[in-house]
């Protein structure tokens, strides 16, 4: 029983509440729609707002929109730009293919609302959606373009800030743990030693590279579709338009962005977003590695590894009183799992483009955008509660070295592969350590014995023999 | 400012808002894991709260529990069942792996609000959410049994009811385009003819398939990992207690669940939620295969195969005046894409389980929750707005069936394979028709040609050579 207005679009008339900014085509969309409860993101609404505003001045400099209703489009779209009218966009995900009831949707709510502005009344389209709002304009550019912009917007404001909080929590750690000398793993069973600093620098590494990667995936992201309209001839648009465009929302955003090399490649495809996926799915596989690492260097209190400590931050269990769990390691292995997912959807859309245009746009959109929000608030909240708390547990690292047999490895150059072979597996037979049985068998003078069997030297390169000539 | 009150557990003091049902240890999750807007799907709430109330019934009966605090907790649960504490469950997916936040936020809700219908004050813990609530269960079999019922629940609910849908309105156009002739395709070139409804009766059977691979998934799922408490080991729970659980619940909900056979399978792994996801992932190529061929055999309408037409929804584009688009398939198809990733999600999910128990549950449960849901609106679009209202374009079948040179497939069993090849080419290089070439060329008496020439008999077994003795 809210009141109704009356509108009509090229397939008859249909009611839509007084009081809404979007117009027939959008509840055209809602009827069609009913599909989920996902709707376009925050980042894409800014995003399409920041091209209708940029448009609109463009247009009005080209001279093909009068100063009045090009003013009022600017103050209308400066509106969606800042998510005041985020509630006008209803529009399910799951819909047209090419994103065009979210581009109508949006040319409603300006359209709409820059009439307001002039005075008319809402549905009387004196700023006409389609004629002004989206003059110059295709759904089949403006989408795909929105999409860049979101998803690079939303990498240098969200995602490589907290990649590099994530970096600075790892590389502190790094330097904090340098001088703790632990056993080192391969195949899951004792190797020679490393520093638990060792360890974590490799991680600072990768993350190092995961912000490289992310400014990689926004260049596969700076070339955008618009300018292309329908089909990637540009009909109906200025030549100059897209370049003007995409110069203004390049300053507005701080990210580069530039029209197409070719019109036809940047809307018939969206290879780019498959690719700006791909280096996505390679940070979550960087972060599962490392949040999987700590779990398990983490594991006890009592019967695990428990060389680290990580910080308490909630009981662990319904059941079982006391029990403190590595639970914000998990929640980034299950962001992890999600951002592995997404890249999936995003390849099976990717690859069925046909001819002009790929009509799955949205999903696409959807999913990119989520990974990168996911790995944003994942990273920090990794950094902030679960990293920078962790504490080395130096005693359990070094009786561990000590008790492991593959510190006979650094005997090795000096006694030979096989006998060196041959004390681990009398070490292991006797419940003895390397050291110990190396002693009993009288293999080295004990000078040059404690020489080879430094662990700390067994961690940097070429030692212990290299830097053991004193 | 919100008034708050202070809880405490066992690692100290927190606020709460005074007018919450949820506590402390849920206060924390809220603290500790602001990673999404993902938020636990009502289906998993109602699941949870099937399970607090049976179970309180059962410990009741099994003099585990008294009256007094059984019957609060089965009022309290029934309003987490009916959906009226939906907004006191605030914890994201991307929260501990075992779904503890969600258990103990629903055990929280549960034991405030019976402590309230008992007169006491929320947070006095006069109902225990541990002690009593929780009484006999552990997250970790809790949470996969409620997964197993939420899921199971929804594709009876609203799954195989869509897809019966679907069914019946794919085989009324098997039955309704029986008697239309159209060209077959292979390697999406001219293949021998077909009936628009055989086709049509294939999609069908693909659903009549998919409904099958429904209750499979379901069966799937129909072993719950109740009673296996902390480890599978079953400590601090009464044997018969989830026998009787879960009997209560097969009743409530229409699904049979049974104890699992064994519980440690039952909860150190979780493969019956990937073996659910890859009979929804099948049902998704099904739809994306059925989408993609109603796209095509639609498109046009002018330069396109155009053998049927889909029923207008919406204008298809913001600059194309007049055009039409199927956007109601391309939303199938991008809900396929959709299933198609949350299927590798669940997957990474499912193979990263160490030991007593498997830490992806909840991103594992979201996914699996929003395929099914998905599927399910989608399917009914699909049929209610598209299929039911597709019709045949009966001409265009027909003239392209005349003018294919596969026609010559019918001849080659009485003519010989090279003879026929020859009349296909010849009509090809001449423009003419088949049945034009091997009536200048004689090649067989008019009769027989036309009976070997004619179309329908082509699509029956065995026809026309077998069929056409007379
Ligand atoms: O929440 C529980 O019941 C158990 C959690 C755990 O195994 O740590
Ligand atoms: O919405 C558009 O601008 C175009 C859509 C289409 O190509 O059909």
């Known amino acids: 029983t809210t009141s109704t207005r009356m509108e009509r679009d090229t397939m008859g008339e249909l009611p839509v509440p007084s009081n809404a900014y ?32 940029a448009a609109a001045s463009v247009n009005h400099s080209l001279k093909l929109l009068d100063k009045k209703p090009a003013d009022a489009i600017v103050r209308a779209a400066t509106e969606v730009v800042e998510g005041r009218l985020d509630a006008e966009f209803p529009v399910d995900i799951f819909q047209t293919g090419s994103g065009t009831s979210t581009n109508m949707n949006t040319n409603e709510v300006i359209s709409n609302r820059a009439t307001e502005l002039l005075g008319g009344a809402r549905g009387s389209k004196l700023v006409h959606p389609n004629d002004h709002v989206n ?18 917007e939303t990498i240098q404001r969200q995602l490589i800030p907290a990649l590099t909080r994530l970096h600075k929590a790892l590389n502190g750690k790094a330097r904090e743990f340098d001088k703790i000398v632990k056993i080192g793993r391969t195949h899951l069973q004792d ?24 400014k990689r995936a926004q260049a596969a992201l700076s070339e955008v579709a618009l300018g292309g309209t329908a089909v990637g001839t540009g009909l109906n648009c200025h030549p100059k338009f897209a370049g003007k465009v995409m110069a203004i929302i390049s300053k507005e955003t701080g990210c580069a962005f530039k029209e197409a090399v070719d019109h036809f490649e940047g809307q018939s495809a969206q290879d780019s977003l498959v690719e ?20 398990w260097l983490g594991s006890g209190p009592r019967c695990g590894l428990g060389e680290i400590n990580l910080p308490e931050t909630q009981p662990g269990s319904s059941i079982m009183p006391g029990k403190v769990n590595p639970v914000i390691a998990e929640s980034v292995t299950m962001v992890c799992a999600q951002v592995i997912g997404n890249d999936v959807t995003i390849t099976v859309g990717g690859q069925a483009a046909n001819f002009e245009l790929i009509v799955m746009l949205p999903v696409m959109a959807y999913n990119l955008l989520q ?31 000590e008790e492991s047999l593959a510190m006979c490895t650094a005997l090795a150059p000096v006694i030979g592969y096989e006998a060196a072979a041959k004390l681990a597996k009398d070490a292991y037979k006797s419940g003895k350590t390397v050291r110990e049985v190396a002693r009993e ?28 000539g004193g």
Chains 1, 2 share one sequence.
């Not at 190797?191 to 912000?211: D, H, K, S």
């Not at 504490?391 to 690292?397: L, T």
């Open 371 to 401: 990974s990168i929000e996911l790995l944003a608030t994942a990273s920090t909240n990794f950094a902030v509660k679960c990293i920078e708390g962790i504490k080395a547990n130096e005693e359990r690292c070094k009786s561990l070295i």
């Open 191 to 214: 190797a020679t030693p490393v520093r638990l600093g060792q360890e974590f620098g490799g991680y600072a590494r990768q993350i190092e590279l995961g912000i490289a990667r992310m």
């Open 441 to 468: 068998q009288n293999v080295l003078p004990e000078k040059r014995l404690t020489q080879l069997l430094d662990p700390w030297r067994m961690t940097q390169a070429g030692g212990p023999v290299g830097s053991a």
């Open 276 to 295: 700006a996926s791909g280096e996505l799915r390679t940070l979550a596989v960087s972060l599962m590695k490392i949040a999987n690492d700590i779990r």
């Open 135 to 152: 003059l110059g304009q295709s759904s089949n550019d403006v989408v795909p373009t929105a999409i860049h912009i979101a998803a690079s």
């Open 22 to 53: 979007y117009g027939v085509q959008t509840a055209r969309a809602i009827e069609n729609f009913p599909i989920s409860s996902l709707r376009i993101p925050r980042a894409m609404i800014r995003a399409m707002g920041l091209i209708k505003r």
